[in-house]
């Protein structure tokens, strides 16, 4: 390899419209064609979404990454993408994951992410630590 | 800019458009700018929107294969350098689909440094002609149109409109915000990038219908000839600026701009072709004037304010030469004794036509056209010959724009003022704004201590009202704090603004600095003003602004206007 991983955090408003199915059958279909593209190109990360919000974590070559936010960029599906962070070098927070969903295993996990985003939208910078943090402890507890 | 000279084109390529022949633009990374909407069908792949951005070996591995995709010779083919002395490079290549295993003829060329072309051809002869009509409508830079192909296309659509063939036609002008910071501090390599990225993410919003051109520098124009209303167009316009504004990613760098965009519909607003586009383009004037980042139709009234603002333009251009502009002093005075200080100067136009005109009606236009600093030398040195006139004890206050402090020249050209009238400096004081303290500039501070060597007094104005905190009350040494009339009128009914108004007169005393209170108009003022130990006034109640000619009874000393009144 001997590139340096670069680690993209955003967080970004849910814009699909209808019932709970609708917007699952749009996420796994986002999940799939993430999954196939980022294994192709070394890129690992997770995707935390629920009726609200959508946060992920990309990391991988910049090249890679970079066209790959340029893709979600132009997605309607979302909007307010605000990056929390951005940085190279380091090691993969999700080496095991071409792309992970990170789905909060109860209602207070959901209830804790959702004021984290808040947080993190309201002021980006401050809680891209918390958003990040959280999104790794809920991938290990999926397991 | 990178602007990328054009090489001479290859006489014999495949022109796009016909069934059985596609193009291929991409730039140097090898990244696609521009697929003809034929290449899908031609190689089996998905549609063309879908291929931008797309690295060409990525496409060439779908549509033949990654068995001739990965061979030496495809990426000798693609690598080849662009530039050799002896004309122009045509390469030909066979190739084969994947999908149906049909016989592809491929033709690479360099059209400019930046950009080579490649050509698919599935075998008929018919179609051999020159590509150049179609290269000369394309933006070298970014791959996408150019103003010759928005010009060519809008002709057309008018025409189409003239028969009827069309309902209206659409034109939307956008600029960018903030670009020229990104370009210049991040180089124009990564301004390059972001043009590019605005161009995909803009072509991510269009139908096949519409023509997206860059006209040059930041500014955009997207052409509408689908049937369309105008909730289309400023939908459109929303998700446009709503797609622009999201933070791009380039070279391990985050960044972000915005969008202006300004809509002009025909045949509503204009029938020909500059019509249309003068339309759009004052639309999109109109749209940076209120804020950016918004979208706005022409009106008809734009025009007219247009034409207004160029007229004061025409006649503020000359009013300098044509000794239009007057100095208007108005008294500063002693809150206990009732004597005259010193004489603030404002600066009126005597408009031939609109009377006395204010600075507020014509400051932001001055500043705009690069007139502020002229008009605020000549304030300098009239106010400075002016005050030459009154008593010595009389000082004369002048306000400089941040547009003055920032020329770095300003300390020097108010010592050269002072020589030539013969005023000694300590009869200047400076007014500042405190918005000028905020910015992260050195200068500033150098050139408040020079002028402070000059013996000049510093004041700091419109105090308590904007951005400035306390701590920059210490970190210069101010010779005065003029309170914002805005606080004296806030004072009448607002225990808290008073309470703000003595906090002030408290920290001026403690730090030894004086403080004017401005917006004086009643008595009532005056005695609180007086309690809360301001040391000077300001305002209607003692003095109205008058002109310099008529100054001289207010230097009777035996009538100061307070004690009259008192």
């Not at chain 1, 796994?28 to 009726?51: C, D, H, K, P, Y």
């Not at chain 2, 316009?237 to 999201?246: F, G, M, N, P, T």
């Not at chain 2, 760098?253 to 759009?280: E, H, W």
Request: proline letters at 5%.
């Amino acid at each position: 390899m001997g590139e340096d991983i670069y680690k993209i955090l955003y967080c970004s408003k849910n814009l699909i419209e209808g019932e709970h199915a609708k917007q699952d059958a749009e996420i796994s279909q986002i999940l799939q064609s993430a999954r196939r593209n980022n294994r192709e190109q070394n890129v690992t990360g997770a995707l935390f979404f629920n009726s609200a919000y959508f946060a992920q974590a990309l990391e991988g070559p910049k090249g890679a990454i970079e066209k790959i936010f340029e893709r979600i960029q132009r997605d309607p599906r979302h909007g307010e993408v605000t990056v929390l962070s951005s940085e190279t070098g380091g090691e993969r927070d999700f080496p095991e994951w071409s792309m992970a969903h990170v789905a909060p295993p109860n209602e207070t996990a959901s209830a804790t992410m959702a004021v984290a985003l808040n947080g993190a939208l309201s002021h980006p910078g401050a809680s891209s630590a918390g958003v990040l943090g959280l999104l790794r402890s809920l991938v290990i507890q999926e397991d | 800019m990178a602007t990328a000279q054009p090489l001479p084109l290859p006489s014999t390529v495949i022109a796009p458009g016909r069934r059985n022949q596609g193009v291929l633009v991409f730039d140097r990374s090898h990244r696609v700018v521009h697929a003809s909407n034929t290449l899908p069908e031609l190689l089996q792949l998905p549609s063309e929107a879908s291929l931008l951005g797309e690295a060409v070996e990525e496409i060439f591995c779908l549509a033949f294969g990654e068995k001739q995709a990965t061979a030496s010779s495809i990426s000798q083919w693609l690598d080849r350098p662009v530039t050799q002395s002896g004309g122009p490079i045509e390469i030909p290549l066979v190739l084969q689909t994947a999908a149906d295993a049909r016989i592809i003829h491929a033709t690479l060329c360099s059209i400019s440094e930046q950009f080579r072309v490649a050509t698919f051809d599935d075998g008929s002869p018919a179609g051999v002609q020159s590509i150049a009509p179609t290269l000369a409508y394309r933006d070298p830079l970014t791959g996408v149109g150019n103003r010759s192909l928005l010009e060519r296309k809008l002709d057309e659509s008018l025409v189409r409109l003239g028969s009827g063939e069309l309902e209206s036609v659409t034109v939307l002008f956008l600029d960018l915000d903030r670009f020229k910071v990104i370009n210049d501090t991040l180089g124009h390599g990564t301004g390059d990038e972001l043009l590019r990225l605005v161009c995909g993410r803009l072509q991510s919003t269009l139908r096949d219908s519409d023509t997206l051109a860059r006209m040059g520098g930041d500014e955009f124009a997207i052409l509408l000839t689908a049937p369309s209303g105008r909730e289309v167009a400023s939908a459109l316009a929303a998700r446009i600026i709503d797609l622009i504004e999201r933070t791009y990613l380039i070279d391990g760098q985050v960044m972000n701009v915005g969008a202006s965009i300004g809509i002009a519909v025909a045949p509503r607003d204009g029938l020909t072709r500059d019509d249309l586009l003068k339309s759009a383009d004052l639309a999109l004037y109109f749209s940076k004037g209120a804020g950016r980042g918004v979208s706005h139709f022409f009106e008809p009234a734009m025009a007219e304010k247009a034409r207004l603002r160029r007229t004061l333009e025409f006649d503020l251009r000359k009013a300098l030469v044509l000794r239009q502009f007057e100095l208007h002093y108005q008294a500063q005075v002693e809150a206990e004794g009732g004597s005259i200080l010193g004489l603030i100067a404002s600066l009126r136009w005597r408009h031939p036509q609109r009377g006395l005109l204010l600075p507020v009606e014509f400051i932001e236009l001055a500043q705009e056209i690069g007139l502020a600093i002229p008009i605020g030398e000549w304030v300098l040195k009239r106010a400075c010959r002016d005050a030459t006139n009154w008593p010595d004890s009389i000082t004369v206050a002048v306000s400089v724009s941040s547009l003055q402090f920032e020329s770095e020249k300003l300390a020097s050209f108010v010592d050269h003022v002072l020589q030539a009238v013969e005023l000694p400096g300590n009869r200047l004081e400076i007014g500042v704004t405190e918005e000028i303290l905020l910015r992260k500039n050195s200068n500033v501070l150098k050139t408040l201590t020079a002028l402070k060597a000059l013996g000049v007094k510093v004041v700091m104005n419109s105090f308590g009202t904007g951005v400035a905190s306390l701590s920059q009350l210490v970190n210069f040494p101010f010779d005065k704090i003029n309170i914002d009339p805005s606080l004296m009128a806030a004072c009448q009914n607002d225990a808290k603004s008073r309470a703000v108004l003595r906090a002030i007169a408290v920290l001026g005393d403690t730090l030894g600095i004086a403080t004017l209170a401005g917006g004086v108009e009643t008595s009532e003022q005056l005695m609180r003003v007086r309690s809360e130990g301001c040391s000077t006034v300001q305002g209607f109640y003692c003095t109205k602004a008058v002109p310099a000619g008529e100054l001289a009874s207010l230097f009777v000393p035996s009538t100061p206007p307070l004690t009259a009144n008192d």
